[in-house]
């Protein structure tokens, strides 16, 4: 079946703009979770989504948001961009349910000028 | 507050030496731990977990609840196991359910 995907793979933006990153999850799959990863900090955990509902949500800025739809796709969008926000931004889809593997995609990289 | 460690940054071993990349945690619960591997230029991909008590291309890990750890070990490390590993736990309710991530270990391993 087919991975995670997420798109697009590279973006370069101005600071104060704002950005929107999707993810398509693989079939199936109803937890969509989304992480920053950068050199200095390492792989730290946004938020999660489940059946269209937030339900983790990590120690990021209100910048930072997401939504899921009925179709599990999920988006984060961030606002304001700050060049510290220049990242790789990783997707991971799992079934939800406790003990089963998250899936992650091969990540956007965000850089803020 | 849940936390991950892995103390060393980098590690270079010899191919056919024994390897073990170090993984400590805090949670006061019971958590779920899992070993995620990157090999260059690929997706994070899991690795093993402690639930499934399996070895995955040699590698094994214990949970040893009394010292919180949960190590990574291969008797006889192999060209092909260059990659960064993560170690990574996640609790059972709540907003603990969230993946944490230690800082990653870049493991080489010398001809």
């Known amino acids: 079946k087919a991975g995670v995907t997420q798109t697009p793979r590279y973006l370069i933006k101005t600071r104060g703009q704002q950005v929107t990153l999707s993810c398509s999850p693989i079939?199936?799959?109803?937890?969509v979770s989304w992480y920053q990863q950068t050199p200095g900090q390492g792989l730290q955990f946004l938020f999660e989504?489940?059946?269209?509902?937030?339900?983790n949500k990590g120690n990021f800025p209100g910048r930072f948001s997401g939504r899921q739809f009925s179709n599990s796709r999920s988006e984060m969008n961030v606002s304001t961009l700050e060049l510290g926000d220049s990242a790789l931004y990783l997707c991971?889809?799992?079934?939800?349910?406790?003990?089963?593997?998250?899936?992650f995609g091969q990540g956007t990289r965000l850089t803020v000028v | 507050a849940q936390r991950v460690t892995q103390p060393e940054k980098l590690l270079s071993v010899f191919k056919g030496a024994p390897v073990e990349l170090k993984c400590n945690y805090s949670?006061?619960?019971?958590?779920?731990l899992f070993w995620y591997v990157q090999y260059s230029r690929q997706r994070l991909q899991l690795l093993l977990r402690?639930?499934s008590r399996e070895s995955i291309k040699g590698f094994t890990a214990d949970l040893n609840k009394g010292e919180t750890s949960f190590h990574l070990k291969k008797p006889f490390a192999q060209e092909e196991d260059s990659a960064m590993y993560y170690c990574?736990?996640?609790?059972?309710?709540?907003?603990?359910?969230?993946?944490?991530f230690g800082s990653g270990t870049q493991l080489t391993v010398l001809p």
């Open positions: 990574a736990l996640k609790g059972l309710s709540g907003s603990a359910r969230q993946l944490t």
């Open positions: 989504y489940f059946s269209e509902t937030q339900r």
């Open positions: 991971a889809s799992s079934s939800g349910l406790t003990g089963t593997e998250a899936f």
């Open positions: 402690h639930i």
């Open positions: 949670y006061s619960g019971s958590p779920e």
């Open positions: 079939s199936g799959h109803r937890s």
